[in-house]
């Protein structure tokens, strides 16, 4: 259906331009779109791809290679829609927009981008992004096995199984030493994020079915996750493919309620905190106090925000198809990231996203920041009192 289906939301859009600045106060301004705000013209930012889109739909433009790269070069990061001054019903939803019509691009055969179908290709082929082996997949749990059926279920995802697999051995170190008896499925799928943001959604329904599938045959009743692009696919976007009978929940909401009735407690730590929120649980997911409330009980920190945060935080650059696609600009975005959280003093950044952790941490390295970046299931397993 591509464009057509989110015609709504394109003619909605009265050309106002709030999605271009956003004003903190009589002094101060940014940019929202952190595509423009490197890029700089009009049609990098949401009012610009609107009036594009919405000249294809009515037949005055035709697609060209360099506009299916333009559609592509979207981080889908929502902060155009966060700022969009309509009701909240009303507010352009441009990230749905952007989905739309990378459908649209690919249902047409113009795409997606040659690095993003090798990825399509991979995750078919192997069941992961990355081309890996599933031995690969639980290498890190070689010593420690992990039933593989129960009422509670880590799905690690692919970034934490195979980048990040430190995120995955802290989230089961927290589950043990907390005494959640939980289990892990040893032949996990991608969940389709990629293909979800990149247009291929035939192969992101394939999956989302397998892995539903696999899920209720494991037991489940409540699947945990460390990664906001597995839990908005599990929330947001299965329903549209296959009828989902389990609870889904991210660490952080986890985590929170133990924090609340006080089942957890913390070791004293000295340093200076600052938050970075992933788009895809925070703006997406409204999941803004939950990963707060959870540092702000380590005695001792020193929490401070950055200067965009909550609703108004600024991407990591990765966008999910832009780091791949586009990897110089996705760093300068994670670049300008690891500068505002340099100007809080802080010493930690944390953030709950392995994918935002790989970007914040290969930016803080290549621009000589001494600033530690971690997700925040390693900082709870590193404090919590044994
Ligand atoms: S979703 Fe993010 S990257 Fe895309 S137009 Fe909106 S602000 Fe820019
Ligand atoms: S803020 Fe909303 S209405 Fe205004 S230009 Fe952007 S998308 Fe259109």
Redo the contacts with the bound molecule.
Sequence with gaps: MGLEKVKNEIYRCFRCGY?REMIRDLTNTYL?????EELRFEH???RG?IAIAKAILEGNLEYSDKLVELVYM????????EVCPMFDWAKVD??RV?KAWRQEIVEKGLGPLPVLKEINELTEKYGNPFGKSKDEMIRWRKGNPIPTKGETLYFAGCYASYRQPEIAKSTVNLLTKIGTPFAMMNDEQCCGTPQIWNGQTDLAGKLAINNVKAIQEAGAKKVLTTCPGCYLAFKQDYPEYVKINFEVQHITEFLEELVDKKSIEFNELNKTVTYHDPCHLGRFARIFEQPRKIIENIPGVKFIEMLRNKENAW?CGS?VVVAPAFPELSFEIAEKRIKEAMDTGAEILVTACPSCVTQLDIAAKKSKAKIEVIDIVELVERQIKK
């Design positions: 999605c929202v779109c952190p595509i423009r990098y930012d949401c791809r979207d981080l889908g990061c929502g902060l155009c829609k441009f990230p952007i991407c966008g």
